[in-house]
């Protein structure tokens, strides 16, 4: 009686486990990722809005700017915010909004010229070929016609982004340089997102098969 309530705790603890983990994977990829062997088929204006708010308000995405605000409280710059929890909270309000207002002006100088924001995997090709891949459309973005081109709304959205950025942070901060900097961080970021976007369905699948093992061999 004592060994089958054991193995039923067990049981129980280890569903919670992994339906726990498979909500954070859920919740890690709202959007479906889209891949470059499918037959393309333009942005729609409700997938354009749910690219913004993933971009905005995602969890990689927060998490990124949280590393970042983080990284800025401990080297304490700008020294204007402190090294405190409120300097902490003033880095990562500052650094959202800069990354709303960028994301805003790419999507809707996006839909102006037709051009897609959304990131195209390859996961059927080699390690070096998927490495390239987020390094090129870092930098371009697909047409309605399927094809890619320059980039020239992302382009806009970091630069502008960061430039009317300067109206709201501190003196030290609020100048071309800094804001030419923060465009080239912006272009980083957007190529840690895309190398995201082109690894984490595989990382998925791994962790969805290997919470279905013990059960199945159950």
Not at 71 to 83: F, L, S
Request: positive net charge; contains cysteine.
């Amino acid at each position: 009686m004592g060994y089958a309530s054991e193995r039923m705790q067990s049981d129980a603890s280890n569903e919670l486990e992994q339906s726990t983990v498979l909500r954070v994977v859920s919740f890690l990829s709202p959007l479906k990722p889209q891949t470059l062997e499918d037959a393309y088929h333009p942005i729609t204006p409700r997938q354009r809005v749910s690219w913004f708010i993933t971009s905005t308000v995602g969890p990689p995405h927060i998490g990124g700017i949280a590393l970042l605000s983080a990284c800025g409280t401990a080297a304490n710059r700008p020294k204007e915010y402190g090294p405190q929890w409120s300097g902490f909270g003033k880095r990562f309000g500052v650094s959202m909004a800069g990354s709303a207002l960028g994301n805003a002006i790419e999507a809707s100088a996006g839909l102006v010229i037709q051009e897609d924001p959304r990131y195209f995997r390859v996961p059927q090709e080699h390690f070096r070929t998927r490495v390239g891949r987020v390094v090129r459309e870092t930098f371009s973005a697909r047409r309605t016609d399927g094809n890619f081109e320059p980039a020239y709304a992302r382009y806009l959205g970091i630069l502008g982004g960061n430039f009317i950025s300067n109206t709201w942070r501190v003196h030290s901060e609020a100048n071309a340089q800094c804001a030419l900097l923060r465009s080239l961080e912006g272009l980083g970021g957007r190529m840690a997102a895309d190398a995201f976007n082109e690894s984490w369905p595989d990382v998925k699948r791994y962790l969805v098969r290997k919470l279905d093992r013990p059960s199945q061999q159950d």
